[in-house]
């Protein structure tokens, strides 16, 4: 019989995760970090590095540390978990494409903004292959990629690209 009130139980980790999660969008950052830290610290433990789990949670731990301003601390996590992702899992992933994602937004962040556009333009790239023009994740992406190429003072590959984005936002609205 599983014991459900052990620190590792996978449905308690789960809840935990959920409820940072709540914490966040709730704008309780702190409380989200505090959570999310203990979630990662037992997941780091109990699963493979490569865990799908485990690496959510990591993910989500550096989005709430980016949330908060703790930009380093964002980067680094995030870098691991780009770096685990992309010897796990297709390039074409969609955990893998946000987790690209939210280090790009970590290193615009950091005033990293070449190493933000290489990684967007791949992200794009990639969404570009497998969603519709008008899917929120890869507008996200092409609208946070033109943001980096006016702050990199390339302001017709930002126009170009605001140019697409529009007119995929214009077919959303209809």
């Known amino acids: 019989m ?14 935990q995760h959920e409820l940072a999660g ?14 999310l830290e203990h979630v990662v610290a037992v997941r780091e433990t109990s699963l493979v590095e490569d865990h799908s789990e485990r690496l959510n949670s990591q993910h ?20 691991h978990v780009v770096a685990v992702r992309e010897t ?8 893998r494409l946000a987790s690209q994602h939210e280090l790009a937004r970590a290193y615009l962040a950091d005033g990293q903004t070449k ?5 967007l333009e791949h992200v794009v790239a990639v969404r570009g292959t ?5 899917h ?9 990629l033109t943001g980096a190429y006016y702050t990199n003072e390339q302001a017709e ?18």
């Open 2 to 15: 599983r014991n459900y009130f052990t620190e590792d139980y996978t449905d308690r980790l789960t809840s």
């Open 22 to 35: 709540a914490y966040l969008a709730d704008r309780q950052t702190k409380d989200a970090i505090r959570l």
């Open 60 to 79: 989500e731990l550096a989005a709430a540390y980016l949330a908060d301003g703790q930009t380093k601390d964002a980067i680094q996590l995030l870098e």
């Open 88 to 95: 796990s899992q297709a390039e074409d992933h969609l955990d």
């Open 115 to 119: 190493d933000a556009i290489q990684l």
């Open 130 to 134: 497998l969603q519709a023009e008008d």
């Open 136 to 144: 929120p994740d890869r507008l996200t992406s092409q609208h946070v």
């Open 157 to 174: 590959k930002a126009e170009n690209l605001l140019a697409m984005y529009q007119m995929s936002n214009a077919l959303m609205q209809c």
